[in-house]
Nanobody, 116 residues
């Protein structure tokens, strides 16, 4: 059984920072892309950042200057460092993993709330 477990979310003041983690466990094919998405109530889930197996990264518009994604394949863990957080960053953040052959897996999500 494949499990993706996010951690690191919480309540932070504007301007603060958080580091999210996504730990992957279980039997799965070769991990290809690893992605972070976020979702707010009533809105569709949107890509925040992505990283390929070769380390290429991609960020949603305007986030690259504040968010950093990386992965540790030995630990099968992905990370997202977020700095200078803003109230509009408040969302549930989801981890997503894509394998070769293609299968996609999701974590249960971790809440990030940016508020004073």
């Amino acid at each position: 059984q494949v499990r993706l477990v996010e951690s690191g979310g919480g309540l932070v003041q504007p301007g603060g920072s958080l580091r999210l983690s996504c730990a992957v466990s279980g039997n799965l094919f070769s991990i290809n892309a690893m992605n972070w998405y976020r979702q707010t109530p009533g809105k569709e889930r949107k890509l925040v950042a992505a990283i390929t197996s070769s380390g290429l990264t991609n960020y949603a518009d305007s986030l690259e200057d504040r968010f950093t994604i990386w992965r540790d394949d030995d630990k099968r863990t992905m990370y997202l460092k977020m700095i200078d957080l803003k109230p509009e960053d408040t969302a549930v953040y989801y981890c997503n993993v894509e394998t070769i052959p293609f299968q996609a897996y999701w974590g249960q999500g971790t809440q990030v709330t940016v508020s004073s």
